[in-house]
């Protein structure tokens, strides 16, 4: 299985090839179709797994990619249900320890999934609309 994409731009995955055209599924429909071999060129240095990962929706994908484990998932689910949090009441109710706590948030911030948030005149974080709207779909 290799990622192509036709003039227009769109990637598809490459299921089969023939002399004359190919059978190829978009990732995001899932629609199958035979295109002509010379509307599609080859894209180099794209995974055909990270392109079949686009059937799940970008927000949903960020979410996963970030939340490495089920306690840095549960950490941004409690943000996205209690936010926004301060640090400190972060450290107070969770089993994190300082630095564990500082690393998740960097990476979700840097994932663009939390934000920085005065909480009572603290710093605090709360979570964006891309994450809430990730979590949402988990959840469904």
Same mark, same amino acid.
């Given at each position: 299985? *290799?990622?192509?994409?036709?003039?227009?731009?769109? *990637? @598809?995955?490459?299921?089969?090839?023939?002399?004359?055209?190919?059978?190829? *599924?978009?990732?995001? %429909?899932?629609?199958?179709?035979?295109?002509?071999?010379?509307?599609?060129?080859?894209?180099?240095?794209?995974?055909?797994?990270?392109?079949?990962?686009?059937?799940?929706?970008?927000?949903?994908?960020?979410?996963?990619?970030?939340?490495?484990?089920?306690? $840095?998932?549960?950490?941004?689910?409690?943000?996205?249900?209690?936010?926004?949090?301060?640090?400190?009441? /972060?450290?107070? $109710? @969770?089993?994190?320890?300082?630095?564990? /706590?500082?690393?998740?948030?960097?990476?979700?911030?840097?994932?663009?999934? /939390? %934000?920085?948030?005065?909480?009572?005149?603290?710093?605090? @974080?709360?979570?964006?609309? %891309? $994450?809430?709207?990730?979590?949402?779909?988990? *959840?469904?």
């Amino acid at each position: 299985m *290799r990622t192509v994409r036709d003039d227009d731009g769109t *990637r @598809y995955l490459l299921l089969k090839e023939s002399t004359e055209s190919s059978l190829v *599924r978009d990732p995001e %429909t899932g629609e199958q179709r035979h295109v002509p071999n010379a509307d599609l060129e080859p894209v180099d240095g794209e995974s055909p797994l990270a392109t079949a990962a686009e059937a799940v929706p970008g927000a949903t994908r960020q979410v996963i990619t970030a939340a490495h484990d089920e306690r $840095a998932l549960g950490l941004l689910v409690e943000l996205d249900e209690r936010g926004p949090l301060s640090v400190a009441e /972060l450290l107070s $109710a @969770y089993d994190l320890c300082e630095s564990d /706590l500082h690393g998740l948030l960097a990476e979700f911030r840097a994932a663009g999934l /939390l %934000t920085e948030a005065e909480v009572h005149g603290h710093r605090g @974080y709360d979570t964006t609309e %891309t $994450a809430s709207d990730g979590l949402a779909q988990l *959840r469904d």
